[in-house]
């Protein structure tokens, strides 16, 4: 079966450069959810689009933005980096709420983000 | 604050029965219990979720106790591959956001 799709893999940065990491939900998914893990840390919930509006919100900086697109794939823009952002980035998508259990969340494999 | 509370860590023989705790004693009445594992460094991935029967499918079984303030989580012959951090969430259907805590670092061993 189809999964998430993240990419790139893997991305080595600069401080104060700038960074946008892709998601690709699985087919027929309209939930996009991003999540950021520190080194030694557990998942953090950062924001969530819906039919391409932003749906929650969580500890995201305000220097990083994200959007939904058409065809539902997602895009975390990050500026201004800095060393605390290294961490590996989650995509997850769902269905969306029809019913309970379509809105099951299902994760990529993630970007590891390094900044230098 | 914690919604859930799980032992940081358990072992388990391999071909034997891994039964991780999950503590909820705060969950309501709409909430279900769900639970997922973190293969080092992977993508979290989805196990099974309940609200107050006992829920089973090709991965694992979910106990839920009849008050719903605590679940099993049972892995019936626990493999190698089994070993990772296995996170129990409470959450609202429909509610976008899974909070994960501290989860149990599950060691199966040969």
């Known amino acids: 079966a189809a999964g998430v799709i993240q990419s790139p893999r893997h991305l080595i940065k600069e401080k104060r450069e700038t960074a946008t990491l892709k998601c690709y939900p699985i087919?027929?998914?309209?939930?996009v959810y991003w999540y950021q893990q520190g080194p030694g840390q557990d998942p953090q919930f950062l924001i969530s689009?819906?039919?391409?509006?932003?749906?929650d919100k969580g500890s995201i900086p305000d220097r990083f933005s994200a959007q939904q697109f058409s065809d539902y794939h997602s895009e975390l823009n990050m500026s201004s980096l800095e060393l605390g952002d290294s961490a590996l980035y989650f995509c997850?998508?769902?269905?969306?709420?029809?019913?309970?259990?379509?809105?099951?969340?299902?994760f990529g494999p993630g970007t590891r983000l390094t900044v230098l | 604050d914690a919604k859930t509370t799980q032992p940081p860590s358990m072992d388990c023989a391999e071909g034997r029965a891994a039964n991780l705790p999950c503590n909820h004693s705060?969950?309501?009445?709409?909430?279900?219990v769900y639970w997922y594992r973190q293969i080092h460094s992977q993508g979290p991935q989805y196990i099974i979720h309940?609200?107050?029967n006992n829920e089973t499918n090709e991965m694992a079984s979910l106990i839920i106790t009849e008050d719903r303030k605590s679940s099993t989580l049972i892995l019936p012959h626990a493999t190698l591959r089994d070993t990772a951090v296995y996170y129990c969430i409470v959450s609202l259907p429909g509610y976008s956001t899974l909070t994960f805590g501290k989860g149990t670092m599950l060691l199966v061993s040969p």
């Open positions: 309940g609200l107050k």
């Open positions: 689009f819906y039919e391409k509006m932003q749906s």
């Open positions: 997850a998508s769902s269905l969306g709420w029809v019913a309970v259990g379509t809105d099951t969340q299902y």
């Open positions: 705060t969950i309501s009445g709409n909430e279900y």
């Open positions: 087919p027929r998914h309209d939930t």
